[in-house]
């Protein structure tokens, strides 16, 4: 069982900047992969970045290259640059370790004027 808590949400302007933290309960080395995620009312969750316990980095389309996910064990962090009003979503942290999955409580991210 990891128990996940995520801060730093709230509201930032269009092209600002904001960082994610996502707290596990454990060694996040001892965890196979931490994501972040994120959700729009209506739509799917869809990927927004990974890291695995190895070092591997996954990023989606949309965010590569704005966004930065890195880890100060046992804290998994999104850094955010340049945002766009359509990265306004429920941010969600997820903690894989097969076969099970975690997700922590969500925090809301608002990019707008």
């Known amino acids: 069982q990891v128990h996940l808590v995520e801060s730093g949400g709230g509201l930032v302007q269009p092209g600002g900047s904001l960082r994610l933290s996502c707290a596990a309960s454990?060694?996040?080395?001892?965890?196979?992969?931490m994501g972040w995620y994120r959700q729009v009312l209506g739509k799917e969750r869809e990927l927004v970045a990974q890291?695995?316990?190895?070092?591997r980095i996954t990023y989606g389309n949309s965010v590569r290259g704005r966004f930065t996910i890195f880890r100060d064990n046992p804290k998994v962090y999104l850094r955010m640059t340049k945002l766009k009003p359509e990265d306004t979503a429920v941010y969600y942290c997820?903690?894989?370790?097969?076969?099970?999955?975690?997700w922590g409580q969500g925090t809301q991210v608002t990019v707008s004027s």
């Open positions: 890291i695995t316990n190895d070092g």
């Open positions: 454990t060694n996040i080395f001892s965890i196979n992969a």
């Open positions: 997820k903690a894989t370790m097969y076969p099970n999955y975690y």
